[in-house]
């Protein structure tokens, strides 16, 4: 089966502008995550989605980032307007709905963000 | 709030060496527990996991880790380290959250190097 695919790998914006992540979720899986690694510190959650529905967003770090997953297939994640503290490694999972932890969360290879 | 903390940023061992890598969790109720590895330019793979059942869990690779519930420690161990081990290695814990979802918390990675 299609891992999780995220894009693009990688991007570089100015302070201001508008940048949008995409992540597709193995097909058939109802969960998918949101999370961000700055460089030297750990993954931190940023939201959860179940289907189309945000089942947990406390880890969104401010307004400027808006998570949509229309449709209950691909997510994106939208950052409006980036500042330089948004730049770091954006990594996306999924997993199916029945039993997550027994099955385990499959990662993407990640966007890195880079904020100029 | 759940935390992973994983001792050590850098490991160096040589080829052939045993591979210790240490996690420790904060959680009055035992997590479910996993190990992730990322490779230079991938995505997070998952190493092993613990849900429920024997506490010494076996991953892919000639990885194993066990889980202490007396320590909250998941201590990911190989006997012999080789090149291609080198790698960034991230432990996590997931409990259940508010609604019933799991989230998984993740420490700040450990960065393994292999000399030969």
């Known amino acids: 089966e299609a891992g999780v695919t995220q894009f693009p790998s990688h991007s570089v914006i100015e302070k201001g502008q508008t940048v949008t992540l995409r992540c597709d979720p193995i097909?058939?899986?109802?969960?998918l995550y949101w999370y961000r690694r700055v460089m030297g510190k750990e993954i931190k959650f940023l939201l959860h989605f179940v289907k189309e529905s945000k089942q947990d967003e406390s880890g969104m770090p401010n307004n400027r980032f808006l998570a949509e997953r229309t449709g209950g297939t691909y997510s994106t994640l939208k950052v409006q307007p980036a500042e330089l503290e948004d730049s770091g490694v954006y990594f996306c999972a999924s997993s199916p709905m029945r039993l997550p932890v027994d099955y385990g969360y499959t990662f993407g290879s990640g966007t890195r963000l880079t904020v100029v | 709030a759940q935390s992973v903390t994983q001792l050590g940023s850098h490991v160096s061992v040589s080829e052939g060496a045993l591979v210790l890598l240490r996690c420790n969790y904060s959680s009055s109720v035992p997590p479910y527990l996993f190990w992730y590895v990322q490779y230079p330019n991938q995505g997070l793979q998952l190493l092993l996991k613990?849900?429920?059942?024997?506490?010494l869990v076996k991953g892919i690779n000639g990885f194993e880790a066990e889980f202490k519930k007396s320590e909250t420690s998941f201590h990911l161990t190989k006997p012999s380290a080789h090149m291609s081990d080198a790698a960034e290695y991230f432990c996590a814990a997931s409990s259940v959250a508010s609604g019933g979802s799991y989230i998984p918390t993740f420490g700040r990675g450990t960065s393994l190097i292999v000399h030969p």
């Open positions: 613990y849900t429920t059942g024997a506490t």
């Open positions: 097909s058939g899986h109802d969960n």
